[in-house]
C-alpha cells in the first residue's frame, strides 16, 4: 500500500463544475508536488510545495489551483476545465524541502480525471 | 540542460527471460541523483532505486540489478529471470544537487513499457 493516499481515485466532471482533489502522507515529509500525467507520457511536474509554502508553479493555468493546509494535506483545486485537462493526477512527497535534489519522491495512486 | 533519454519504447519479453532497459542522461552538474521508478497499470509511480554521481557501485536487490556507468552517462536496469507481475511501465529519471529553484526537480525519460507474457 501507497503512503501517499490520494482521494477520489475516479472523477468525471463537466466543464463547468469546481471540484478538488486530495492529497495526504504521514511519513512527516516536508516537501509535496503535484504532477499531471498524460497517456504514455512521463508526469509533469505542475507545484511543489516546500514547508507548506508554493515554491514552484511551472507556468499552469489559473483553473488549477493548490492548497496545503497543513503538512500532511495538499489539495488541488478544479474549476472549469478543458477536456485536454483530462488526464492521471499524481500527488508526492519527500522528505526534505523543494531543492534537495537527492530525496526520492513518494507517489500515490493518482486520480483519474475526465472532463466531459 | 538536463535531459534523460530511455530509447526503448517497448519491451515484451516471455516469463524468465532476462530484460535490461536502457537510460542515458544528459548533465552539466558533477553532482546528480539518478531514479528509476516502476508505474503498473493501477497508476501509483513506486521508487526502485537512488544513486548518485559519486557512487558507480552497481546494486543487486533480489532479480533486479543496476549498473551505473559515468563513462557513458548510463544506468541501465536489468531484471532476472522476469515474470508477469513485472509488467509495467518503467521510469528511468535524473534530479541535480542544489538548494531552492527547480534544482532537485525530477527529470522523467520518456519511460519504456515492459510487457512480460506467461
Known amino acids: 500500500d501507497t503512503e501517499v493516499t490520494q482521494t477520489p481515485k475516479h472523477l468525471v466532471m463537466g466543464m463547468t463544475n469546481k471540484k478538488s482533489l486530495k492529497c495526504e502522507q504521514h511519513m512527516g515529509?516536508?516537501?509535496?508536488?503535484?504532477?499531471k500525467q498524460k497517456a504514455k507520457k512521463p508526469p509533469e511536474l505542475m507545484f511543489v510545495y516546500s514547508y507548506e509554502k508554493l515554491s514552484i508553479n511551472e507556468s499552469v493555468p489559473s483553473r488549477f489551483s493548490p492548497e496545503c493546509p497543513n503538512s500532511s494535506l495538499l489539495n488541488l483545486h478544479l474549476h472549469a476545465l478543458q477536456p485536454e485537462d483530462s488526464a492521471l493526477y499524481l500527488c508526492a512527497s519527500s522528505q526534505e524541502g523543494v531543492g534537495y535534489g537527492n530525496q526520492p519522491q513518494h507517489f500515490g495512486d493518482g486520480t483519474r480525471l475526465?472532463?466531459? | 540542460a538536463q535531459k534523460v533519454t530511455q530509447a526503448q519504447t517497448e519491451i515484451s519479453v516471455v516469463e524468465k527471460e532476462d530484460v535490461t532497459l536502457d537510460c542515458v542522461y544528459e548533465t552539466r552538474d558533477t553532482t546528480y541523483y539518478l531514479f528509476w521508478?516502476?508505474?503498473?497499470?493501477?497508476?501509483?509511480?513506486?521508487?526502485?532505486?537512488?544513486?548518485?554521481?559519486?557512487?558507480?557501485q552497481n546494486e543487486i536487490?533480489?532479480?533486479?540489478?543496476?549498473?551505473f556507468q559515468k563513462?557513458?552517462?548510463?544506468?541501465?536496469?536489468?531484471?532476472?529471470?522476469?515474470?508477469?507481475?513485472?509488467?509495467a511501465v518503467y521510469f528511468c529519471a535524473l534530479s541535480e544537487a542544489g538548494y531552492g529553484g527547480s534544482q532537485g526537480n525530477l527529470i522523467f525519460g520518456k519511460g519504456?513499457?515492459?510487457?512480460?507474457?506467461p
Open chain 2, 112 to 117: 519504456t513499457k515492459l510487457s512480460v507474457k
Open chain 2, 61 to 67: 536487490s533480489g532479480r533486479y540489478s543496476w549498473n
Open chain 2, 71 to 87: 563513462s557513458t552517462s548510463s544506468f541501465n536496469f536489468t531484471i532476472t529471470a522476469s515474470q508477469v507481475v513485472d509488467s
Open chain 2, 37 to 56: 521508478y516502476k508505474q503498473p497499470p493501477s497508476g501509483e509511480l513506486v521508487f526502485l532505486i537512488r544513486r548518485n554521481s559519486f557512487d558507480e
Open chain 1, 114 to 116: 475526465s472532463i466531459l
Open chain 1, 29 to 35: 515529509h516536508r516537501a509535496m508536488y503535484w504532477y
